[in-house]
């Protein structure tokens, strides 16, 4: 091998759940200069990889597909460059991917090659699907075939025939011949009794799974409207399927949710909806930006409060502590007021306690119970580091009751740039709910998306908001919020979407 050159590692993607890319995948494709992905490698895993150069080279309608002599070319061109090449493939690359023949070109180039296994298709769509492939009384062996070649299956090999009476057949790519395979293995000694099932988009939230005998799977794959890509799995395993499915019982599987918020602060709320079964689709409608021309304020141990109403505010501030050689022992004697379990909980991972939190978390709460704690403010130094965007009325109320307050711009909200081919994806995404943390967020949503779009969204979307005041801007643009928490924090806004979105589907079945 030529040092000077590149690499190459085939990594295995996993069957489309993100989350089952395997620690050295990952590794790799943060240390990537080129990525070339398929179209079943979910490209969310892209994220891990966001200065490499991205390659597509599967098949999709929008987008220009590499054959295989071109993918090879691809491979090894970036190599000779002295690149570090990850060639990111649905599954496992050496099951049924083609990884074996792309490591013998590799290898014939003398170009350096790495193999990184995923978990295959044909292990954790069944697994998804609460088929386990062997279980002990039912299965003691599985077999993965191919069934893009249904006539691989006609023959006299006694071994092959042996073979497929036995223990649990899981077969790839076989879902147009499907009534040849199921008659095949009956006519084969298999009884058409033979439990049978068919997963389509296996761990992904779009998963399907339809399941029968050997006598009518294909009937009931076409009933279902079964595509590709789907994995075949035949044997008494399946009768497992009822007691274990656990994939598609979750709450919110299959329910269709947009998330708005900047993505720097979405990965909570992305992660609770996605473990309950949603698919999520983020469409970021903030970023979240360092102000222009910081503003000056005295020392923290001058003021008697410091209200912090997100967790960017806490951030801005240790920051800026940090900056003019400051810690939290200078915080000695100042009280702390927060607004929110997140903004609570980022200020005691500073090892700070919280003195105020309102039971609601808006400004006007958070006022009353100000009073309620200090009647008196008259006098009463105040910090608030805020958004460039906050509402007035909480400085203003303070003024009001005598108090010196020093109003800072902690960062600035401002509208990402998006591509409008992502905003027209999103129109015809028709998702069931739209969620709002903020008004920014509603808004920029509405600015993005225009009149027209949010009027197509509508006939399929609900909308959520995480409180009060963000339901009131949605609502005065035409977006009327029928999902909204009693408690405005994460947690509370996913409990609140999981009870709506589960009452109207009860209502609707009515």
Same mark, same amino acid.
């Given at each position: 091998?030529?040092?000077a050159?590149g690499k190459?590692?085939l ?7 993100p ?5 050295r *995948? ?5 240390h ?5 992905? @398929? ?20 098949k ?10 071109e993918i090879?070319?691809?491979m ?13 493939k649905?599954?496992?690359?050496f099951?049924? *991917?083609r990884?074996? #023949? ?6 014939d ?5 790495e ?7 044909? /292990? ?9 492939v ?5 299965a $003691? ?6 069934g893009?070649?249904?006539e691989?299956l ?7 025939s042996q ?10 790519m ?16 298999r ?10 988009w296996?761990?992904d ?11 009518d799977?294909? #009937?009931?794959?076409?009933d279902?409207?079964i595509?590709p890509?789907?994995?075949?799995v035949?044997?008494?395993?399946v ?11 979750r709450p919110?599987f299959?329910?269709r ?5 900047a ?11 996605q ?24 020392p923290?141990?001058?003021?008697d409060?410091?209200?912090l ?6 951030e801005?501030?240790?920051?800026r502590? @940090?900056?003019? *050689? ?13 607004i ?6 980022a ?8 003195d105020?939190m309102?039971e609601?978390?808006?400004a ?29 009325f909480?400085?203003?109320?303070l003024?009001?009751?005598g108090?010196?307050?020093t ?10 740039r998006?591509?409008?081919?992502l905003a027209e ?9 739209? $969620? ?9 949503f509405y600015?993005?998306?225009g009149a027209?779009r949010?009027?197509?969204?509508k006939?399929?979307?609900?909308f959520?908001?995480?409180?009060? /005041?963000t339901a ?5 643009l035409?977006m009327?919020? $029928? ?9 509370n806004?996913?409990?609140?979407i ?5 009452r ?7």
């Amino acid at each position: 091998m030529n040092p000077a050159q590149g690499k190459v590692w085939l990594v295995g993607a996993g069957p489309g759940d993100p989350g089952l890319l395997t620690i050295r *995948g990952k590794e790799c494709l943060e240390h990537a200069d080129v990525v070339i992905y @398929d179209s079943l490698a979910n490209e969310a895993l892209l994220d891990y990889a966001p200065t490499a150069e991205h390659i597509f080279a599967g098949k999709a309608t929008d987008k220009h597909m590499l054959l295989q002599d071109e993918i090879n070319r691809v491979m090894r061109e970036q190599a000779s460059q002295g690149k570090r090449v990850v060639r990111l493939k649905g599954g496992d690359p050496f099951v049924f *991917g083609r990884g074996g #023949e792309e490591a013998l070109v590799l290898a014939d180039a003398g170009i350096a090659f790495e193999i990184v296994p995923g978990i295959t298709a044909g /292990i954790a769509g069944p697994a998804y699907a609460g088929i386990p492939v062997t279980h002990r009384g039912l299965a $003691t062996c599985y077999t993965l075939i191919t069934g893009h070649d249904a006539e691989a299956l006609e023959t006299d090999d006694e071994d092959l025939s042996q073979l497929l009476l036995r223990g649990t057949l899981v077969f790839y790519m076989g879902v147009r011949n499907l009534p040849r395979i199921a008659a095949q293995l009956v006519a084969l000694g298999r009884p058409d009794t033979t439990p049978a099932a068919i997963v389509q988009w296996g761990t992904d939230p779009k998963q399907r799974t339809a399941v029968g005998t050997l006598a009518d799977i294909a #009937e009931r794959a076409h009933d279902e409207c079964i595509q590709p890509p789907a994995i075949i799995v035949v044997g008494e395993v399946v009768s497992l399927h009822d007691t274990l499915s656990w994939f598609e019982s979750r709450p919110l599987f299959g329910k269709r949710i947009v998330v708005t918020r900047a993505r720097s602060q979405a990965s909570d709320l992305v992660r609770h909806l996605q473990e309950l079964g949603a698919d999520v689709f983020e469409f970021p409608t903030i970023a979240i930006e360092p102000p222009e021309n910081p503003e000056p304020f005295d020392p923290v141990n001058t003021y008697d409060w410091i209200v912090l109403t997100s967790v960017n505010a806490v951030e801005m501030l240790f920051e800026r502590m @940090d900056n003019l *050689g400051q810690d939290a022992r200078d915080l000695a004697g100042v009280r702390l007021c927060v607004i929110g379990s997140a903004t609570s909980e980022a200020v005691r991972r500073r090892f700070l306690r919280v003195d105020l939190m309102p039971e609601k978390y808006v400004a006007e709460y958070l006022m009353a119970a100000l009073l309620a704690q200090e009647p008196d403010l008259a006098g009463k130094r105040f910090l608030l580091p805020r958004a460039d965007i906050a509402r007035s009325f909480l400085p203003e109320e303070l003024r009001k009751h005598g108090a010196d307050v020093t109003e800072v711009v902690a960062y600035r909200t401002v509208v990402p740039r998006t591509p409008d081919s992502l905003a027209e994806r999103l129109a015809t995404y028709r998702p069931d709910l739209v $969620t709002f943390t903020s008004s920014s967020t509603a808004r920029n949503f509405y600015e993005m998306l225009g009149a027209e779009r949010i009027a197509r969204l509508k006939q399929t979307a609900k909308f959520g908001a995480i409180g009060p /005041i963000t339901a009131k801007t949605a609502g005065s643009l035409g977006m009327p919020v $029928t999902i909204e928490p009693d408690t405005h924090d994460i947690p509370n806004f996913v409990r609140a979407i999981v009870d709506g979105l589960g009452r109207e589907a009860t209502e609707a079945g009515r």
